[in-house]
Each structure stands twice: as C-alpha cells, then as structure tokens.
Nanobody, 126 residues
Framework: QVQLVESGGGSVQAGGSLRLSCAAS????????MAWFRQAPGKEREGLAA????????WVADSVKGRFTISQDNAKNTVYLQMNSLKPEDTAMYYC???????????????????WGQGTQVTVSS
C-alpha cells in the first residue's frame, strides 16, 4: 500500500507563491509516475503536472505552464509542486497521485492513478 501525504497548502494573495510537497510512504517500486491534480468546487479534477520518477522527465499542463514546476527528491520519496504567480482561479483542493504505468500518454487522466493523497487546500485572494 502506498500512502501519499500532501502539505504546503494555504492562503496567499494573487501573485504569490506556494510549494506543495507530497511524501510517499513506500519506495519507488510501486510507482513510476507521480502527479499533481486539482479540483475546484463544481469542476472536474484537472491534471497539472507529472514526473517520471525513474528518469525525471516531466509534463506540465498548458493551463499552468510557465508558472508551475514539478520536481522530486528521491532520497526523501517526495515530489514537489512549485506554484508561482498564483491567480484567484488557482483556488482549489490540490491532490498528489501515484501509479505504475508503461507510457506517459495518460499522465493527466485521474482515472489511471491508483494512489491518492487526502488533498491540501490552496486559496488565492485578489
């Protein structure tokens, strides 16, 4: 069983930054893709960024490209989401997810991820 624990959410003014962390309790044998999603009330869960934990390749959604960056620290079994130039429309619950997959084409689809964290709230005020 893989347990994911997110942290780093909070309230920030527009233009500010936050760094989310996702700590995985199990080593990388159970997962080779980790990703960040978000879900605002009344909206579908949106894939933001993913990282291939074995090689470090990353993917970022066009909606946040240039503002959000995903990275990892394998020694700590932790994945990060650095969020800069935050906007009020970034307000949502942010989730970390993990899976084992053979290709990256579905990285942004939430249904393919087996493991999920409990989420951390990000609120951006104008």
């Amino acid at each position: 069983q893989v347990q994911l624990v997110e942290s780093g959410g909070g309230s920030v003014q527009a233009g500010g930054s936050l760094r989310l962390s996702c700590a995985a309790s199990v080593s990388s044998y159970s997962r080779n893709f980790m990703a960040w999603f978000r879900q605002a009330p009344g909206k579908e869960r949106e894939g933001l960024a993913a990282i291939y934990t074995k090689g470090g390749s990353t993917w970022v959604a066009d909606s946040v490209k240039g503002r959000f960056t995903i990275s990892q620290d394998n020694a700590k079994n932790t994945v990060y989401l650095q969020m800069n130039s935050l906007k009020p429309e970034d307000t949502a619950m942010y989730y970390c997810a993990a899976k084992w997959a053979s290709d990256s084409s579905t990285w942004s689809r939430p249904e393919g991820y087996r493991y999920w964290g409990q989420g951390t709230q990000v609120t951006v005020s104008s």
